[in-house]
Each structure stands twice: as structure tokens, then as C-alpha cells.
């Protein structure tokens, strides 16, 4: 083989290994406008399998947002900002395989904890993230 088509080829793999590894992110943590509104997706696993992914959301007090919570566990989870009255709708359960929608316009500033309400793991309780809401 001429070193050149060598080239061609490994270069060939580089572009390949990036664009899978651009869609893989995008596939685990994506954030876009959905019928104007600002969404954000997380996965939801118990602790020892992942947590949550992203742990960490930043938000703008005032501005409407939607969270979508994707369960790609094999065990049930929920959703919750306690100290903002905020949770999931119905049983507040999401079941495996499932997705659960929250859309809210965050009404105050500060660092608060979301959390997993269904009882999924003997570390269920560290299946917690923070939402961060700034002021505009
Ligand atoms: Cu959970």
C-alpha cells in the first residue's frame, strides 16, 4: 500500500471516530429549543449504574424551561425540586424506558437540589443534582 491511500485511510477513521463520538454526546445530554421552548434532557440511573446525567442544571429565573427525564434504567425513578413544590405529575414515577416532562418558569434565584422520588436503590438517596437559577 502507497503511504499516501495509508493516509487517506487513517484519516478517513479520525473523521469517522469523531462524528460517533459528536452524536454519542448529543445522545446523552441534549439541550434545544422544542416548540420554542428551551428543553433539556437528562437520563436518569440509579447511582451505582451512572446517576443522574447531567447533575448539574443552570437555569435563568424567569425563562420558561422544559426538563425532559429519559429512565434508561431497568429500575423506576421520579423527579423532584422539593424546595421549589416542583415534581412530576400523576404517581411521579417514571418507568423504565419511560420519559417524564416538566416545563416551569423558575420564579426565584439560587443553588436547590433535584432529586430521584421513588425509592430505586440502597443509593437512592445520593441520586440527587443541583439546579442553578441565575438572574438574567
Ligand atoms: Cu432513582
Redesign the pocket.
Known sequence: MEKKQLMEIIAGILVLLATVGTIGAALLYDEHLWGGLRTIELT?Q?PERGNWNIQEIHLVRGEPVRIKIRNI?T?S??FAIPELGISLNGTGEIKPGNVGVIEFTPDKTGDFLFT?T?W??AQ?MQ?TGRIIISEK
Do not use: P
Open positions: 436518569a440509579a434504567d429500575v425513578h421520579g430521584c421513588t430505586c436503590s437512592h441520586m
